[in-house]
């Protein structure tokens, strides 16, 4: 089945970076749009940015440039997200998420990946 | 960056209930407004896209309505596994911005 799958979750010191990756399987990895979504304990949703897995093209939040790389090995069907510089204020859930060009909308998400950041 | 504003925070209804959450857009977003639902612990699920369209598998007791800068989610007759917490979402531009959510509690 179509289907997200993330790495488990990391604890890091400040200052540190953190490479979390998504999984795809059960559909054209190349075809969609594939976005990094996170949520910090108690919080609401924050979108950070996507990339696009056919040609690596990215577009990331004002919030997170010069932070946060977003790559892929289409080889293994799998994204990346390395948010370097991480502080404890990025102690968050990460998801990724396919975006639907049909529906305009994020129709199969990751699990979600817990990163603790603590010194 | 388009601002999007859900209310209430928090509701508190009772099974069997019909209730609606509200979700203001800071400009024009035509209808590229959806809207999920979160279970605790678990990714956010896709209930309603495109304002009203509803997405394959969601029971029929929720819809959507809305266009422009104005959008409503409403649960018809509340079931015990609706009170959770529930988000909209404006991909009219970039960023894809997020409301704040909002709780569905039991009274």
């Known amino acids: 089945q179509v289907q997200l799958v993330q790495s488990g979750a990391e604890v890091k010191t400040p200052g540190a970076s953190v490479k979390v990756s998504c999984q795809a399987s059960?559909?054209?990895?190349?075809?969609?749009?594939l976005h990094w979504v996170r949520q910090a304990p108690g919080q609401g949703l924050e979108w950070m940015g996507w990339?696009?897995?056919?040609?690596?093209?990215?577009d990331y939040a004002r919030k997170f440039q010069g932070r946060v790389t977003m790559t892929r090995d289409t080889s293994i069907n799998t994204a990346y997200m390395d948010l370097s510089s991480l502080r404890s204020d990025d102690t968050a859930v990460y998801y990724c998420?396919?975006?639907?060009?049909?529906?305009?909308?994020?129709?199969?998400w990751g699990q979600g990946t817990m990163v603790t950041v603590s010194s | 960056d388009i601002q999007m504003t859900q209310s209430p925070s928090s509701l508190s209804a009772s099974v069997g209930d019909r209730v609606t959450i509200t979700c203001r857009a800071s400009?024009?977003?035509?209808?590229?407004l959806n809207w999920y639902q979160q279970k605790p612990g678990k990714a956010p699920n896709l209930l309603i896209y495109?304002?009203?369209s509803l997405q394959s598998g969601v029971p029929s007791r929720f819809s959507g309505s809305g266009s422009g800068t104005d959008f409503t989610l409403t649960i018809s007759s509340l079931q015990p596994e609706d009170f959770v917490t529930y988000y909209c979402?404006?991909?009219?531009?970039?960023?894809?911005?997020f409301g704040q959510g909002t709780k569905l509690e039991i009274k």
């Open positions: 400009q024009f977003i035509s209808t590229y």
């Open positions: 998420a396919t975006f639907s060009g049909y529906l305009k909308a994020f129709d199969i």
């Open positions: 979402q404006q991909t009219y531009s970039t960023p894809q911005t």
């Open positions: 059960g559909y054209t990895f190349t075809g969609y749009f």
């Open positions: 990339m696009n897995p056919y040609n690596g093209g990215t």
């Open positions: 495109a304002a009203s």
